[in-house]
């Protein structure tokens, strides 16, 4: 599937039931890996990211199961990996290679961990320093992969990071978990707290709040299941679909609602989109629920602050939203869509373009004014997931046809992502 072709939908209906939360899924398997005994994890998701997580855990001697979505897990304790044979590949996935840099700081071993052209080009001194900071060596090509990580005995840290990152936040405290002392972080607005919620189910007790973390160490995990919610990122598409296409209603079920990642709840309830939450629980210190999203007449809205680290995955689709809403939408302090799995800003920008909307880039985000009708176009995915499904969601009320080039790399994080597009669509 190098390319997909989109032509313009009537409305859509029904219920999605999308793939378990990748953030949440990587955790899991990583803290699964290194606990002691026997984790089974459900609705885990099955992008390629995670996929590539359970390939290097694989390779550091943990013995994981799959049936589709269950996954058993024999944790090998704290203690427990072993020397690699061979390089590990964190593929496209930077959650893979930050996490588990963390975790491989604190072995006796050396070992290698390297990923595609993409994630080779993203930038690694934001864990190397504070890793470093804890006794960490590892070796770089200026600050890029691959990374030689020579395992060494660590320190506590309290670090202020610079940027609010979970995957900067994550390999620090997974790294703490082998340091002796409390181990601190805390960012400038709050990234995703997956894991600190998730060190508890394994029964380690860290602190969280919004903007912090901390985790004392030496600890030691014990097995446990988790059940995973669906993901909240894969929803935003279809939320935003459902919102843009008249005669609209679509049920997402399960999904996960951490508060660190409703930003895109919050943004598109800003812009007058009619979406419910019910029927919410919470399992694994993770709530959820089921979402309901009609057709909405959307307006403009600001989009700054502590909110971009919450909506960061999201601006993509989000940005397709802004096209179709009245009035002039501003999306600023979101430089680091420049260092994802391509330049979103840059991604974003071109695309719309193509496809005749009014937008404006800035060093820092960009400025969209709608309502403007979108023209079928040829968009380049630039190899990126959420470019890739942001676009094919504006294909579906773009007038003619719309070509994905790269529409592949959806699999990166939602494979079936087309398949449910389909099932849902009405022409
Ligand atoms: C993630 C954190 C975010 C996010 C990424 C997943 C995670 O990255 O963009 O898709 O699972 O921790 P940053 O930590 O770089 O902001």
New binding site residues.
Partial sequence: MAEKTLSPSRFLSGTVSLPGD??IS?RALLLAGIASGESCISGISTSEDVLSTISCLRKLGVKIKRSKTDVVVQGVGREGLKQPRSKLDAGNS??TMRLLTGILSAQTFISTIDGDESLRKRPMRRIIDPLEQMGAQIENNNYRAPLKIIGRPLRAIDYASPI?????K?AIILAGLYARGITRVTERSA??D?TERMLGEFGVKAQYSMGGAGVKGPADLQACDIDIPRDISAAAFFLVAACLLPDSEIEITNVGTNPTRIGVLDALSSMGARIKKSREKVINNEPRTDLIAKSSSLHQTTLQGSII?NI??EIPILSIAATQAEGTTIIRDAQ?LRV?ESDRIKAIVSNLKKMNANVKESKDGLLITGPTPLTGATIDSYGDHRIAMSFAIAGLIADGKTVIKGAECVDISFPGFFDILDEIRND
């Fill in positions: 990748k953030s990587h930077g959650t609010a990152s979970a995957q900067v994550s990234s995703r997956h680290s960061i995955d680091e994802k």
